[in-house]
């Protein structure tokens, strides 16, 4: 990219979105350092593995692939108000159709542990997170600007958890620079509006140039559990 844009400062810092000291340090060093923030991705994301839970007691793949999130967006959200047409693009998946929260047992803790469960629960979770983000933001006006996208089936190593996704990859996944063009559309296309949800537009939605696929009202999007409002208040 250097050599390409020779003139971009390209400034590289850690940051484990499996822990929340470091997303706060992280969020503390850009809050002091700049004064703008246009484009915030949360891509980060780990896919079917075992049973483990994050350093802050979270499961894994929920703290990772949502709280995680959930805490950078909030803590960087002092330069995102303050940066015209900013925009924030969340980072799902076509498995939030495998997602059912029990929000009395997010870290599974009460039963049988099921990795590909678990990993639809967070991507259900990061869609929620979505449009509630939205339609609180729209209050105080059009930015930042949320939008969500997912990458369909794209050959990366999210799938080395699994040895059957990682052996139909040749057959049904697309170029890692396919899978990345819903969510530079959803970042970067004008005429995104707020809640629009991108991803590929042929082969079930796993393949091909990225459209608006659906809306997270869409008839596959479950609806919020009735208690969903009062557990984030709390």
Same mark, same amino acid.
């Given at each position: ?117 678990? #990993? $639809?629960? =967070? !991507? *259900? ?10 339609? /609180?933001? %729209? ?58 949800? #991108? $991803?590929? =537009? !042929? *082969? ?10 659906? /809306?997270? %009202? ?17």
């Amino acid at each position: 990219m250097q050599k390409e844009f020779k003139h971009a400062n390209i400034d590289v810092r850690k940051l484990d979105l499996s822990n929340l000291s470091s997303i706060r340090a992280f969020a503390n060093v850009m809050v002091e350092n700049y004064n703008r923030l246009d484009k915030l991705i949360n891509n980060a994301g780990i896919m079917f593995g075992p049973y483990s839970k994050k350093v802050d007691g979270f499961e894994n793949q929920f703290g990772t692939n949502h709280l995680g999130h959930f805490a950078l967006t909030g803590l960087l959200m002092p330069l995102l108000k303050k940066t015209e047409a900013s925009r924030v693009v969340v980072l799902s998946s076509l498995a939030h159709t495998m997602g059912n929260l029990d929000l009395e047992d997010l870290n599974w803790e009460g039963r049988k542990y099921d990795n590909q469960k678990a #990993y $639809g629960d =967070s !991507k *259900l979770a990061c869609l929620y997170f979505t449009y509630e983000l939205a339609r /609180r933001l %729209n209050k105080e006006g059009d930015h930042p600007r949320i939008t969500a996208a997912h990458p369909g089936w794209a050959a990366t190593d999210l799938q080395r958890n699994s040895t059957l996704m990682s052996g139909m990859n040749k057959f049904f996944a697309q170029r890692v620079e396919m899978g990345v063009l819903p969510t530079l559309r959803a970042a970067f296309d004008e005429n995104a509006k707020a809640v629009e949800f #991108y $991803g590929p =537009s !042929k *082969l079930m939605n796993m393949r091909g140039y990225p459209l608006r696929t659906h /809306r997270t %009202n869409y008839p596959m999007m479950k609806p919020l559990p009735e208690n969903y409002g009062n557990v984030q208040r709390k």
